[in-house]
Structure formats: C-alpha cells, structure tokens
C-alpha cells in the first residue's frame, strides 16, 4: 500500500481483557518497528523485526507483550490481560533498508484506552 | 542510554514570527536525526532527515541543522503559519532504534 496502515484506529478495553493490534507496513519494506507512546510524552522503543525475525524485544513492557510477524509483513502487537498503565498510542513504523540508519515512515497509530 | 532533550516544551508565537525549536541528545554516536510533526490524534510526518556526516537538511521554510559533536540539533521555521501549529519531535537514530524526544508543542496565533 501507500503508507503504513495500522488498525483499529482506537481501541477501548476493559482491565484485563485481551488486545492485538495489525500493523500492515509498506509493500516490501523489510525492518518493522512497534512504539508506545503515553499521553504527553515520545514514542519510545518496543521491538523491531527484520522480516519475519524479531531481532530485539528489550523494550516490550512486560510479558503481557507479545509481537510477531510470521510472514514478513503484517505485524500484530498482543497485549494479554490489558492494564490501566497500557493506555497510549501505539505506533508502527517501516523502512525498506534491511540497516537502521534510514528514515522511516509512520503508521497513524492505534489509540489504546483501558477502562 | 540515549537520552533526548526538546526545549522549549511549549510555544506559542504570532503568524509571521521566525523560530527556533531545540533538540538535544547525549550520546554522539548516531545514524542520523529526524525531526517529526504530530497533529492531534495524527501518527508522525516526517520532516527532516539528516544523515550523521551532514550538517543541515532544507525543505521549503524549514531548515534544521546537526552538531554531533555538542549533541545538539535546531529546526527553524521561518513565516510561521496557523497551519504549522502542531507538536514537533526530534529523534535520534543509534543502536537499532529511533529515541524521541518529548517534544515541543507550537501554537501559532493568526
């Protein structure tokens, strides 16, 4: 596609219940990157995939946080037995460098409330 | 770890008004700086990317500038508009992922 989709738009959970959230980069595009970003504050680091490879997972909150990729383009963010603390938006992002050191392109984020 | 400084964390200017937004980060050792735009509610715009042996990018009335040396980054905005009001954040590229600042948040009054 265009540009990086990302879905649902918003998300309202109760405590407790269960989420994933689809990213879908662009065509081809070969590295994938989760953020979260709370309400006031920067994106910052999830995880980053290169193809269907999770190379680094250091920045998933808890094991509640789960990521994958299984083909090498879609790209679901699980969040099991959602917290009051996991309100925020979560963002994707991808690059067709198989290096970091390039810009990427955004997804419009998913907003996630827990009630 | 890398961390990312924006000053100032809020700005409110008349149309027309020049300036200046500040970026910071502590670690010299970069790939590259990107500064962002994010409207309410928005995913992130890409503005600028300047790779780590450049010293400034150029797009129409933005030119931000990197010295990897003092750790600093500036974006100016010249003849602001309404329609540039919007949070812009800088990032740094280093090790496998982009650190964000917490970014400034810019009204620009009609």
């Known amino acids: 596609g265009a540009g990086v989709s990302q879905s649902p738009r918003y998300k309202v959970a109760k405590r407790g219940q269960d989420v994933a959230l689809r990213c879908d980069p662009i065509?081809?595009?070969?590295?994938l990157f989760w953020y979260q970003q709370a309400l006031g504050q920067g994106p910052e680091f999830l995880t980053y995939?290169?193809?269907?490879?999770?190379?680094?997972k250091s920045g998933l909150p808890s094991d509640r946080f789960f990521a994958e990729r299984p083909e090498g383009s879609v790209s679901t963010l699980k969040i099991q037995r959602t917290q009051q603390e996991d309100s925020a938006v979560y963002l994707c992002?991808?690059?067709?460098?198989?290096?970091?050191?390039?810009?990427?392109?955004f997804g419009s984020g998913t907003r996630l409330t827990v009630v | 770890k890398q961390e990312v400084t924006q000053i100032p964390a809020a700005l409110s200017v008349p149309e027309g008004e020049n300036l200046v937004l500040n970026c910071s980060f502590t670690?010299?050792?970069?790939?590259?700086l990107q500064w962002f735009r994010q409207d309410p509610g928005k995913g992130l715009t890409s503005l600028l990317l300047?790779?780590?042996?450049?010293r400034e990018q150029t797009s129409g009335r933005l030119n931000a500038s990197l010295d990897k040396s003092s750790g600093r980054s500036t974006l100016y905005i010249a003849a602001s508009q309404p329609g540039d009001s919007a949070t812009y954040l800088c990032?740094?590229?280093?090790?496998?992922?982009?650190?964000f600042g917490t970014g400034t948040s810019l009204t620009v009054i009609p």
């Open positions: 992002a991808s690059t067709a460098s198989s290096t970091v050191n390039y810009g990427y392109t």
């Open positions: 065509s081809g595009h070969v590295s």
């Open positions: 995939f290169q193809n269907e490879a999770q190379l680094d």
């Open positions: 670690d010299s050792a970069i790939y590259n």
């Open positions: 300047i790779q780590s042996s450049q």
């Open positions: 990032a740094v590229i280093s090790g496998n992922q982009f650190y």
